[in-house]
């Protein structure tokens, strides 16, 4: 028996498949490998690329980055791997809108009939003249920008229904996509719309990035807001592109005098058409090379909100210093306990940095254009 075992074994074993060999590619296989995919993550990557560039600052680097990347970006297109591209970012939630800083997409809202019918007609301050009856008005009436002393003094903020809600809306950089949330934790939302409108890496120094002041035309036209909560200004300091193309250097006195034109064309966009405006000034930051800049554009906030009679200032700058008059990410609530208001990055701030802000906001809307009772969940 052990004879016959044995024969069988051997012949088993030899009919046993050979393991296999691992292919081995050549230096040239590996190299080709490596360009194929280098080059196919560029033609997908490229609009996104391209959408970075277009936010950097003004200079030889982002023109030779844009020189770079348009011919991709063509090619991606012709190849259809851009739109590719786009459902991946809208997967993540992330809008990959045509214009460089994206589209403004308001959500569906029903306004009420009369505030339908006012939309088509884009209302003049209150207590202005009926446009339709003045005769050869001048060129700054025909722009829908009266003298501030002409204008009307604001009304109040209407008083609110559960069937015609208050409409809010916070627009501006990241920081406002904080201080949205916060506004809408403190309104009583049975008879309060709240629309967190803020884009990241957004302000008034890039419209060709993103154009806030068509962004606010947008707004009203499509929400009729009653109360606007504006804070921008954290990315803003770079140069502007002028309408022939070229680069305005940032602090140069045609800067400022550009940047001022914009905050105004910024709030007359709302306040023409009798729309509130809360204008939050940039908090003090933990980066001492900034504090110059954003001092001098609060400063340009505070004086076009002030001069427009539906506009007010809140200056978030000074509530949020140390006691030696330098940044600190700790304040003392009203039980006097020392809290964390600020994020670990020295700009942004905590949840309960916001809830802080948002309060200080909206009693600055109660003491300049009085906040109907009911809307708000504290005393303000």
Same mark, same amino acid.
């Given at each position: 028996?052990?004879?016959?075992?044995?024969?069988?074994?051997?012949?088993?074993?030899?009919?046993?498949?050979?393991?296999?060999?691992?292919?081995?590619?050549?230096?040239?296989?590996?190299?080709?490998?490596?360009?194929?995919?280098?080059?196919?993550?560029? =033609?997908?990557?490229?609009?996104?690329?391209?959408?970075?560039?277009?936010?950097?600052?003004?200079?030889?680097?982002?023109?030779?980055?844009?020189?770079? =990347?348009?011919?991709?970006?063509?090619?991606?297109?012709?190849?259809?791997?851009?739109?590719?591209?786009?459902?991946?970012?809208?997967?993540?939630?992330?809008?990959?809108?045509?214009?460089?800083?994206?589209?403004?997409?308001?959500?569906?809202?029903?306004?009420?009939?009369?505030?339908?019918?006012?939309?088509?007609?884009?209302?003049?301050?209150?207590?202005?003249?009926?446009?339709?009856?003045?005769?050869?008005?001048?060129?700054?009436?025909?722009?829908?920008?009266?003298?501030?002393?002409?204008?009307?003094?604001?009304?109040?903020?209407?008083?609110?229904?559960?069937?015609?809600?208050?409409?809010?809306?916070?627009?501006?950089?990241? =920081?406002?996509?904080?201080?949205?949330?916060?506004?809408?934790?403190?309104?009583?939302?049975?008879?309060?719309?709240?629309?967190?409108?803020?884009?990241?890496?957004?302000? =008034?120094?890039?419209?060709?990035?993103?154009?806030?002041?068509?962004?606010?035309?947008?707004?009203?036209?499509?929400?009729?807001?009653?109360?606007?909560?504006?804070?921008?200004?954290?990315?803003?300091?770079?140069?502007?592109?002028?309408?022939?193309?070229?680069?305005?250097?940032?602090?140069?006195?045609?800067?400022?005098?550009?940047?001022?034109?914009?905050?105004?064309?910024?709030?007359?966009?709302?306040?023409?058409?009798?729309?509130?405006?809360?204008?939050?000034?940039?908090?003090?930051?933990?980066?001492?090379?900034?504090?110059?800049?954003?001092?001098?554009?609060?400063?340009?906030?505070?004086?076009?909100?002030?001069?427009?009679?539906?506009?007010?200032?809140?200056?978030?700058?000074?509530?949020?210093?140390?006691?030696?008059?330098?940044?600190?990410?700790?304040?003392?609530?009203?039980?006097?306990?020392?809290?964390?208001?600020?994020?670990?990055?020295?700009?942004?701030?905590?949840?309960?940095?916001?809830?802080?802000?948002?309060?200080?906001?909206?009693?600055?809307?109660?003491?300049?254009?009085?906040?109907?009772?009911?809307?708000?969940?504290?005393?303000?």
């Amino acid at each position: 028996m052990q004879t016959m075992e044995r024969p069988i074994a051997v012949l088993e074993q030899a009919r046993a498949p050979e393991p296999p060999h691992p292919r081995r590619a050549s230096a040239l296989n590996v190299f080709v490998t490596i360009v194929v995919c280098l080059c196919s993550w560029a =033609l997908l990557a490229a609009p996104l690329l391209q959408r970075s560039a277009e936010a950097g600052p003004v200079g030889t680097r982002r023109s030779a980055a844009l020189a770079l =990347l348009r011919p991709l970006v063509a090619i991606s297109d012709g190849l259809l791997l851009s739109g590719a591209t786009s459902s991946v970012e809208r997967a993540l939630g992330r809008d990959p809108g045509g214009a460089p800083g994206g589209e403004l997409i308001l959500p569906a809202f029903e306004l009420p009939p009369d505030e339908i019918e006012s939309k088509a007609t884009q209302a003049a301050p209150r207590g202005a003249p009926d446009p339709s009856e003045t005769t050869e008005p001048t060129t700054r009436e025909a722009e829908g920008d009266a003298p501030a002393e002409e204008r009307a003094a604001p009304a109040a903020l209407r008083a609110t229904t559960h069937s015609n809600k208050l409409r809010v809306a916070v627009i501006g950089d990241s =920081l406002s996509q904080g201080l949205g949330p916060a506004i809408e934790r403190w309104m009583n939302p049975s008879v309060v719309r709240v629309l967190s409108l803020g884009r990241p890496s957004t302000g =008034l120094s890039r419209e060709d990035y993103f154009n806030w002041q068509a962004g606010m035309r947008q707004i009203v036209e499509e929400f009729r807001p009653d109360l606007v909560f504006v804070l921008l200004g954290s990315n803003d300091a770079q140069a502007q592109i002028s309408r022939d193309g070229t680069a305005i250097p940032v602090g140069s006195v045609r800067w400022l005098e550009g940047y001022r034109e914009r905050a105004a064309n910024l709030l007359g966009e709302a306040t023409r058409a009798g729309t509130h405006v809360v204008w939050v000034g940039i908090p003090i930051v933990e980066e001492r090379q900034r504090w110059d800049f954003y001092r001098r554009v609060n400063d340009i906030y505070r004086d076009t909100a002030s001069s427009d009679p539906f506009g007010t200032y809140v200056d978030s700058w000074t509530p949020f210093e140390g006691r030696d008059g330098g940044y600190t990410a700790f304040v003392r609530n009203d039980r006097g306990d020392l809290v964390e208001v600020r994020a670990p990055d020295g700009v942004h701030f905590t949840q309960t940095g916001y809830s802080f802000l948002a309060r200080m906001a909206i009693r600055a809307a109660d003491q300049a254009f009085g906040v109907p009772e009911k809307t708000v969940s504290f005393r303000v």
